[in-house]
């Protein structure tokens, strides 16, 4: 059995490649559908946040697969066109890079919060799908357990992390006192949510758009007002911030109706991938706009490398726990035959 990956990432792609990329949960269900079929492959786990895409592959021994090749097969893309942008790892670095993943050492905020939970969504997705065999599957636990005792014994930030929060910290460089200013945030999905609740606590007036066709359960953050999704346009001359943070496939502010508006919102914070906001927008209308890349710049936090040390020590148990569990697995197989 041999493990591989590939995979783009902030250090790789700029937003505007990562964004062809870019998966929603269900999309990720039909690309690792779509991938499991290759006659070489035992297993399938895509991992797909704002910051990379990632292809984890266990296949039978001296198959040949490019992982790069199967992602792009999936999505209609060239993989000579874009190979560039992709890193390929095998077997001990592609598992040495989950578990630094995992633990948010690969991250463009250091030791942010958010990619733990959305490691633990990707090989849920492929255990529903079928596609995340046990080598995976251990493979996967392995990085999670891995992260969670690194959090706990070795924490990188002592407070949670995120580009939400980035977000904010941005918009206090940017403007200072944000109380009493009016917000409007696009979208209500956990990131939606997470910033509305961060300009709530700075002292914003928040509104949050809903779209009418969701069903079931809404959770809207506390002293947060509503408006329709449709109606997004009509109350943006009357903020300070619009901040959009949904999974849509297409703009959900763009150039040309923001350009008949006034007045403008003077901030504009694009968190998603794809983006939501146009980017000519900030030259057309002469707006100030951020997204995950620009956000995320020059924000590694420089910590002590004993405190490195010690997570890159558990990452190791954790790559030795993984090891003895495959060996372990392949030696019962050699006596079943």
């Known amino acids: 059995m041999s493990l591989i990956m590939a995979g783009i990432d902030y250090k790789t792609a700029d937003v505007a490649v990562r964004e062809l990329f870019s998966h929603t949960s269900a999309a990720a269900k039909d690309t690792m559908r779509l991938v499991r079929k290759h006659p070489a492959v035992e297993g399938c786990v895509l991992l797909s946040t704002c910051n ?3 292809l984890y592959l266990s296949c039978i021994p001296d198959g040949e697969v490019s992982a790069q090749a199967l ?4 999505l209609g893309l060239s993989p000579d066109a874009f190979g560039r942008y992709f890193v390929a790892r095998r077997d001990r670095q592609a598992i040495s890079h989950l578990m630094m993943v995992t633990a948010g ?3 463009q905020i250091r030791g942010e919060d958010q990619i733990l939970a959305q490691v633990k969504t990707a090989i849920a997705l492929a255990r529903e799908e079928n596609c995340a065999d046990p080598v995976l599957e251990t493979l996967f636990r392995c990085a999670v357990s891995a992260a969670k005792k690194a959090k706990t014994l070795a924490p ?3 407070v949670e992390s995120s580009v939400a929060l980035r977000a904010l910290e941005t918009l206090w460089d940017a403007r ?8 409007l945030v696009i979208g209500n999905g956990e990131m939606g949510r997470l910033i509305a609740s961060l300009l709530v606590g700075a002292g914003c007036r928040v509104t949050v758009t809903l ?3 969701k069903r079931g359960e809404i959770r809207v953050p506390e002293r947060c007002a509503t408006i329709p999704y449709d109606q997004r346009y009509e109350l943006m001359p009357m903020c300070d911030i619009l901040v959009s943070a949904t999974t849509s496939p297409h703009y959900t502010v763009t150039a040309d109706t923001l350009a008949g508006l006034s007045p403008l919102p003077a901030y504009l914070v694009d968190l998603a991938v794809p983006r939501d906001i146009e980017p000519s ?3 057309r209308c002469n707006v100030r706009l951020w997204n995950v890349d620009t956000l995320g710049r020059d924000t590694a936090r420089q910590e002590s490398a004993q405190k490195l040390m010690q997570v890159k020590e558990i990452i190791g148990e954790y790559i030795e726990r993984y090891y003895k569990w495959r060996g372990y697995r392949e030696h019962l197989r050699e006596c079943s035959r």
């Not at 992602?71 to 999936?74: I, K, Q, R, T």
């Open 176 to 183: 200072g006192d944000l109380s009493c200013m009016r917000a």
């Open 71 to 74: 992602l792009c097969s999936a």
């Open 281 to 283: 927008i900030a030259d």
């Open 52 to 54: 990379r895409t990632e």
């Open 211 to 213: 779209r009418s066709y």
């Open 105 to 107: 050492l690969r991250s």
């Open 156 to 158: 990188i930030t002592p």
